[in-house]
């Protein structure tokens, strides 16, 4: 254990002693299940499994950014909803969803108004 600890060390000193940049924090990334690029999170759509009036889950585009539970990150393009599809990486992301329900149409008229209108994250007290 002691000769573990004294590796850890040793490769933090290295680290440091070699100099170089340090890292700079740009904010909040996510990966979008479409098109498996990485982008700001103000970029993206959340995605949440919610449960419909009849029991089963289904996937909902969350616009505040706030509903419990685990999301999942798409682009508002038709592109990205396109190979999400595609690759079902919705049902995987978000497990049980086996309908997406009007996602399609909910996502198109995002990509219409932009993902800037959706800043709602920041409300007034």
């Given at each position: 254990m002691t000769k573990i600890l004294l590796g850890i060390a040793q490769l933090v000193k290295n680290a440091v002693t070699a100099g170089g940049p340090a890292p700079t924090f740009t904010?909040?990334?996510r990966t979008c299940i479409g098109c498996r690029q990485t982008a700001a999170r103000d970029q993206l759509v959340r995605l949440?499994?919610?449960?419909?009036?009849?029991?089963e889950p289904e996937a909902l585009v969350d616009l505040r950014r706030r509903m419990p539970g685990r999301g999942a990150w798409l682009h508002?393009?038709?592109?990205?909803?396109?190979?999400?599809?595609?690759r079902r990486a919705i049902?995987?992301?978000l497990p049980g969803v086996t309908n997406a329900g009007d996602l399609a149409e909910?996502?198109?008229?995002?990509s219409r108004?932009?993902?800037q209108s959706l800043r709602t994250d920041?409300?007034?007290l």
């Open positions: 904010g909040a990334a949440v499994r919610t449960t419909s009036g009849s029991g508002p393009s038709p592109d990205c909803l396109q190979l999400a599809f595609k049902g995987r992301a909910r996502l198109a008229g995002l108004d932009g993902v920041i409300v007034p």
